[in-house]
């Protein structure tokens, strides 16, 4: 179904167009959010887009790697890991300063990638998956083991990067726009990287990796400086991570965080530009709305994620891409038609819940009936 | 010499736990091609399952007796409901989707029995001692485990290279199409393993109810190791599982056991059981990754894969 999907609606120009203009102004909306936060006076705005826009920076770099690449890293969140343990045991040990710590932590992460890399890249599909979420896990537990620095509990880290005057990170708005820049400069540079010749061999090597090693290619070269590249960048995320939150612990690494990390890239859109972009904002609001619904939010994600794979292959992404602007729209129109239900019931989880599930059954009966009927034109 | 042989049944226990778990995830995987990351979740829905006949029952073994077809019966409901569609996908899809359904498992269990996990109460002539050997005394519900993890390896042994439908495993695990292609209702066979594998986890996971608690997400963990046994050992062999399933439950117990008392000679005992714990789930991946390594497709390759 999926490959069909993808052959019979290729991208025209301007759906890309309209998925581009949309991400645009995505970004752009971001940059207002600490405006909107002052306007509103509502604080956790501004921490909940921080979190988002860090959390989409580690998506893009993702997204490298796995949608342009074909590289199903399920270890990617031990570099948020790597990046925020350096800023944290370097501040442990009183180096504040950012030019020191922020550095060396990409520098840092970039080793841990190409180390991981090198053993992950011999192997291919589901090896390649399981032997990054091996590898991940043992960065895990060397988080774990560190009882220097708190082990599992984690440690506080009690003063925040010294960007010597020029920053004060202290600052909220501060800290969010640079940020903010960080992702226009990561999203600028994966847009540029995936349409230069290094880009176009890896994305070739995705498609086909032997053809390309047969033209010519060093495929294992170019694969694994995207792995490094991607482990770089996501190993800023960490350090962000760390200075927003003053506190790293193994639990930002745990293969879980890896997992949620995939399922913001797909669900956005993998190979797309602003695809984890959108998925990571889908992701986190639709964290945040449901589980002000019910703390077993999860209950209606999960479902969620498995129809998400089951039938929208693209993502959201793929939705504007192929034009269904129509399926989009009556997604959100089904979530606002929702949380318009649970404000009216106030506190009452279950009844969005059922109709989600009756909503999803219908779905499933229907998207049923349609390949019965296609099958049995096909006899 | 006691302690390391009383040290080692505790591994051969954990080792046989993880076992009965990886080997519906290794026949799943082998026949269908599938990863499951749901495994670990049936795991833990048959431990609950367990603690609530139990309760129901006020017998740990008519409560085990019930949990087991309805871990199966819920395994055969994911399968037919959420996985099917899912065989001819990409393991990525296959990840996430099942990812999905862990989210969903944690959440309906915290929803159904709670978020503060329950106990299973064994029968009183289990939770004595006995002596294994002279002088070393056991705690009898651990050497039940181990005699339980055994009777099913050679269960499964008898099922898979002696009967019809072990033969029509085996060759699902070499071949898929040929097995559809010479008229054998592969979907049903799908539906079958699937059940029979989930009807083992939730055997492992009622297992390990008495001596662990019953909790969300205790399937989460053990789920990374039996998907670490199944690639060590080779996915789609059994064989390959047991002993890469026994090799990981003896290191792990090892290295908990005994590096403390190494790492003590020049640390405070906090910081080396801190390290200890650490080093010896550090040493699983290690060797997995130098399996994968040195020979990717496990040390025991299923025939024909």
Redesign the interface.
Known sequence: M?SASHSSAAPTADSTRLSFIVGLVLLGFLGLIPILSVAFEDPFLLTLFTRIVIMAIAAVSLNLILGYGGM?S?GHAAYIGVGGYTVGILAFHGVHAAWIQWPLAVLISGIVAALIGL??L??K???F???T???S??VY??G????AYG??DGLNIMKRSDFGGLLNLDNRPTFYYLCWVILLATVFFVHRTVNSRFGMVLQGAKSNDRRMATIGFPVHRYQLTAFVLAGMICGLAGVLTATFTGFISPAMMH??RS?DL??MV?LGGMGSLFGPVFGTVAFLLLEEVLSSWTE????V??????LV??FA?GGIDGAMVRGQAGTLLAGCAAFFLLYGIHTAYEDEWLIPTLILVAACALVWVAKWAVDRKKAASHD | MLLIFEQFLNGLQIGLLLFLLAAGLTLVFGIMDMVNLAHGSLYMMGAYFAAVFTEWTGSFFLGAALALPAGALLGIAVEVIALRTLYTRDHLDQVLATFGLILFFNELARLMFGAGGMTIQTPDWLQGQIMVLPGLPYPSYRFLIILVGLLCAAFLYVLVQRTRLGMLIRAGASNREMVGALGVNIKQLFTLVFGLGSALAALAGLMAGPVTTVQIGMGDNILILALVVIVIGGIGSLPGAFIAALAIGIIDTMGRAFLPNILGSFLSPSEASTLATALSSMLIYILMAAVLVLRPAGLFPAPGR
Request: proline letters at 2%.
């Open positions: 999926s199903v399920f053993l992950s011999r192997t599909g589901i090896f998956i399981m032997i979420l091996a590898l896990q043992l537990y060397l774990n083991g560190a009882f082990g599992d293969w879980s997992g995939i399922v797909v077993y939010w999860k209950i994600f999960g479902p969620l994620l498995v794979v089951l292959r």
